[in-house]
């Protein structure tokens, strides 16, 4: 983790232990030990000290913390209500981040569409997804938790003799009550890379 990245997560680290929210075991929702709150994010075993945050003992991107430590400050005890599936520009404030979301989390899918089709499974539990019944088209869709309120619906339409492959990403319909509406294009871009990583074989599942 870069030393800029660290502190941002150190400063959030002490804001959350500071006042720490007598209820925020049952809102991440985690298991408690002490200090130690111990969750799922972005497909690894995570754990919150006052210390830090791991993701089990592997490397990961520096910006994990950040929006690990965002979640956790921000999360409120609401549930996560995944319908009705809400685009990213329909959340309040994205127009700044919708082109980057678009090409970051949905484009950089687009020339691995047949890839991901054939490791759905292999996705999707790794997410603790699902696979999704596809009401708007699509010709497969899947459900993935990168963070434990946080639900993003990918759906995916392979490459056609009249239409080129694409695809969409919708989240849950109240994210943005648990993560900044930048951390949630974030959260789209990095669960995306991480689908590449697994279909390429660089992440075991």
Do not use: W
Not at 62 to 91: M, Q, W
Not at 162 to 178: G, H, I
């Amino acid at each position: 983790m870069t030393d800029n990245y660290a502190k941002i997560v150190q400063q959030n680290l002490q804001k959350l232990y500071t006042k720490l929210f007598p209820d925020l075991e049952r809102n991440l929702p985690a298991h408690r030990d002490d200090q130690e709150f111990v969750f799922n994010a972005f497909g690894e075993q995570c754990t919150i000290t006052p210390q830090g945050i791991t993701l089990e003992d592997r490397e990961y991107p520096a910006i994990h913390g950040i929006l690990i430590s965002l979640y956790a400050l921000n999360v409120t005890p609401d549930i996560c209500l995944l319908f009705p599936f809400k685009s990213f520009r329909e959340f309040p404030d994205s127009m700044p981040y919708v082109g980057a979301f678009s090409t970051h989390t949905e484009q950089l899918l687009v020339p691995h569409v047949s890839e991901i089709g054939e490791s759905a499974a292999l996705i999707t539990q790794y997410f603790n997804g699902e696979d999704v019944a596809v009401q708007a088209g699509g010709d497969f869709a899947f459900t993935l938790f990168p963070l434990p309120k946080i639900a993003l619906c990918y759906i995916f339409y392979e490459a056609d003799e009249d239409f080129p492959a694409s695809v969409t990403c919708l989240f849950s319909n109240n994210a943005n009550q648990f993560l900044p509406i930048d951390g949630l294009a974030d959260v789209g871009e990095y669960t995306s890379r991480k689908i590449v990583d697994l279909i390429s074989g660089a992440v075991k599942g």
